[in-house]
């Protein structure tokens, strides 16, 4: 099995077919078809059932696919770490994040990295929910992932925290904010609310403090991304909690924020896969725990 056929494989998964895959990668499809052919008959077993105008995975070739994620992994790693014996500091660096904390931290951090290793390239991977940042660090698509801490510990994954955002109100322009410039979790309850899904961190506040209380929580509009929430607080939907560094950008357009009381703070946690990790994402580690690589 050797790592073309591996990213062969991957790119037929990842583009849906044949034809898209060859495209991406630059070669003739006729190569790429012959070289999965190759694989199948070396594993005994069909990866792919080849349908008039698409491919769907077999049983086989789905088993296959965070095995081959991990093996080009662990190639890339190996090579990275024989390049950082020699001197040079060069490859690609995966990540995966939260579409929110690529404003922060990760934008300021991914600056100083890139200063300091300038051969390196960064790869930067914005899913839709957390179960997919970390699902993305466990299958190898990304070597490190970031999002909000996870209570108890994860079996095959490790975290360490890496930042915390204090969240606040962003209310809609032209709002009269309260006189001391704080807004209670009962007040927050009885105003219109643009919040995230069930399992966010404030969704799940609201419903908490909602039930101790018997009251139902005012959610006007339900969110997938903290960022659509901003655009909505300004057209005057509702108010949100938001991270310090998001809301200001809806201050920017109007919206005035408010400190929680109490604060209530969003921790992030950096996630990885146990074992050795490759030179560049060590170093970014390293820089954003403030070590000196």
């Known amino acids: 099995m050797e790592r073309r056929q591996l990213e062969y ?8 077919g044949f034809t898209a895959a060859a495209a991406a990668l630059h070669v003739a499809q006729p190569s790429l078809s012959h070289s999965i052919k190759v694989l199948e008959r070396e594993l005994g077993a069909e990866l792919f059932h ?3 105008r698409r491919v769907r995975l077999t049983a086989a070739g789905a088993a296959l696919i965070d095995f081959a994620r991990r093996a080009l992994r662990e190639m890339e790693t190996g090579r990275a770490a024989v390049r950082e014996v020699t001197g040079l500091m060069a490859g690609r660096l995966d990540l995966v994040t939260l579409p929110t904390l690529a404003l922060d931290p990760l934008a300021a951090a ?6 300091r290793h300038p051969k390196v390239q960064v790869r930067l991977y914005q899913p839709e929910s957390e179960e997919d940042v970390r699902a ?3 299958t190898g698509e990304a070597e490190l992932g970031f999002a909000d801490a996870v209570p108890g510990p994860s079996e095959d994954l490790e975290s360490v925290p890496i930042a915390e955002q204090e969240l606040v109100v962003a209310l809609p322009p032209g709002s009269t904010p309260p006189p001391d410039g704080r807004i209670t979790v009962d007040d927050l309850l009885t ?3 643009v919040t995230g899904l069930a399992g966010t961190l404030v969704r ?3 419903r908490v403090e909602g039930e101790r209380r018997g009251v139902e929580p005012n959610i006007v509009v339900e969110v997938g991304h903290r960022e659509s929430a901003l655009h909505l607080v300004v057209a005057g939907a509702g108010c949100a909690a938001l991270p310090r560094p998001l809301a200001r950008l809806a201050e920017l357009e109007g919206a005035v924020l408010c400190s929680m009381d109490p604060v209530l703070n969003r921790r992030i946690d950096l996630f990885r896969r146990p074992g050795k990790l490759s030179p560049a994402a060590k170093a970014f580690q390293e820089l954003l725990l403030d070590q000196e690589p």
């Open 136 to 138: 993305a660090v466990r």
């Open 191 to 193: 105003r219109d609310v």
């Open 110 to 115: 991914i600056g100083r990295f890139r200063a």
């Open 204 to 206: 799940d506040l609201l």
């Open 50 to 52: 080849r349908l008039p």
């Open 9 to 16: 494989f991957l790119a037929v998964v990842d583009h849906g």
